[in-house]
């Protein structure tokens, strides 16, 4: 059974860090790119981050210097530090690995606020 499991969001200050946790099982994760999602309340569900299998990182516009993915194939775990952040990070965010179709964990909310 295929599962991604997302945890590590919270409430924190702008200008302050959270690193995301992503487990993910059931599949080779090993070779397969991972991303990272995120959603407003009330928008539609964005793309932040992918990592490939051989570790190249790709990032959108408004993440790139603050944010970094990483990935730990032994652990089967992608990761998401975000460093810097602002009010506009507020949202739920989402692992995803695209298999036969796309997967997705449960979410995890960050909320930046003062």
């Known amino acids: 059974q295929v599962q991604l499991v997302e945890s590590g969001g919270g409430l924190v200050q702008p200008g302050g860090s959270l690193r995301l946790s992503c487990a993910a099982s059931g599949f080779n994760f090993g070779v397969k790119a991972m991303g990272w999602y995120r959603q407003a309340p009330g928008k539609q569900r964005d793309w932040i981050a992918t990592i490939n299998s051989d570790g190249n990182t790709y990032y959108t516009d408004s993440v790139k210097g603050r944010f970094t993915i990483s990935r730990d194939n032994a652990k089967n775990t992608v990761y998401l530090q975000m460093n810097s952040l602002k009010p506009a990070d507020t949202a739920v965010y989402y692992c995803?690995?695209?298999?036969?179709?796309?997967?997705w964990g449960q979410g995890t909310q960050v909320t930046v606020s003062s």
């Open positions: 995803n690995v695209r298999l036969f179709g796309d997967v």
